[in-house]
């Protein structure tokens, strides 16, 4: 055994999101960008932002650098500072032609409720079940800018256009992989941002579910669905949840978590249809439309 180890072998520093936050510091002003730092509920909400208000979102820094060797990491927190800097060079959303638009506008599923008073707001964004909303943004080559309510106004198509134009390229996103872990289960992943988002047209995803399809959405690249057949459904959903809770405990979720909820969608409409105790439990309420659901699919 050499004396030394490789630069590349060493790990993180034990205080690793201050590491990370002073890196992605240090690499912002080596781009002429000088910043504060704003600290959010918890410890990985971390923003950056510039003197000329421009906010650098630490986040997904985190989350991809977690496990990594420190030479790894680096480089992780390089990339995700470039993109930053590129996204806050990019075109104004306001400035794109409707063509552009067609082209890149997508739905985007977030976690809604009102944001801190110096964040963007999303008041137009249609409601998609409790808790979440479907949003718009716009998918510039090495970025993603959202639509917020102050872009509407200035934007070269309506609203409605512009959802009918997202949603319809949010299921033209590449999945890059399909598995079926247990019986009736789907397991839809992919490195597009939009992977999740996918679940607002179901039926593009994943083909015909005549009587409605059970899913969770951990997080922004995955979706994982249950459709209903019959009975057995039911028994199938303790998988579903299961293998829920194993993905979002494996670490920290890209993009962080963005619903642990199971959730019931059928004729574009969804519902959510479980809970979680104090003790961690979840527990799935059949009401009259999912009960409803199952009989039809017993016949």
């Given at each position: 055994?050499?004396?030394?180890?490789?630069?590349?072998?060493?790990?993180?520093?034990?205080?690793?999101?201050?590491?990370?936050t002073s890196t992605a510091r240090r690499m912002l002003a080596e781009h002429g960008v000088?910043?504060?730092?704003?600290?959010?509920?918890?410890p990985d909400d971390v923003t950056l932002v510039g003197a000329d208000g421009h906010r650098y979102p630490l986040f997904n820094a985190f989350a991809k650098t977690h496990g990594a060797t420190a030479e790894r990491a680096s480089q992780i927190v390089a990339e995700h500072i470039d993109n930053l800097v590129d996204a806050n060079?990019?075109?104004?959303?306001?400035?794109?032609?409707?063509?552009?638009?067609r082209q890149q506008a997508r739905t985007r599923i977030l976690p809604g409720g009102e944001g801190r008073p110096d964040e963007?707001?999303?008041?137009?964004?249609?409601?998609?079940?409790?808790?979440?909303?479907?949003?718009?943004?716009v998918d510039f080559p090495t970025s993603v800018q959202f639509i917020t309510d102050s872009d509407l106004d200035g934007l070269a198509l309506s609203l409605d256009e512009l959802y009918a134009y997202g949603q319809l390229n949010?299921?033209?996103?590449?999945?890059?992989?399909?598995?079926?872990?247990?019986?009736?289960?789907?397991?839809?992943?992919?490195d597009s941002l939009f992977t999740a988002s996918k679940a607002a047209n179901l039926p593009a995803a994943l083909g015909a579910a005549p009587f409605g399809t059970l899913f969770t959405l951990p997080h922004r690249h995955m979706l994982i669905a249950l459709p209903i057949t019959g009975p057995e459904t039911l028994s199938a959903v303790e998988s579903l949840v299961a293998l829920t809770m194993q993905?979002?405990?494996?670490?920290?979720?890209?993009?962080?978590?963005?619903?642990?909820?199971?959730?019931?969608?059928?004729d574009g409409d969804v519902d959510r249809v479980s809970s979680i105790d104090e003790d961690g439990t979840v527990s799935i309420t059949v009401d009259a439309r999912l009960q409803h659901a199952i009989e039809q699919a017993v016949g």
């Open positions: 055994m050499g004396l030394f180890r490789r630069r590349e072998d060493e790990p993180q520093p034990s205080d690793r999101i201050e590491w990370v000088e910043t504060t730092i704003a600290h959010g509920a918890q060079t990019t075109v104004s959303v306001d400035r794109l032609s409707a063509d552009e638009l963007p707001t999303f008041r137009y964004a249609r409601p998609f079940s409790e808790g979440l909303i479907l949003a718009l943004c949010t299921d033209r996103e590449p999945i890059d992989e399909r598995v079926e872990p247990a019986p009736g289960i789907q397991v839809v992943v992919g993905v979002l405990g494996n670490g920290p979720a890209p993009g962080g978590v963005l619903s642990a909820d199971v959730l019931f969608s059928r």
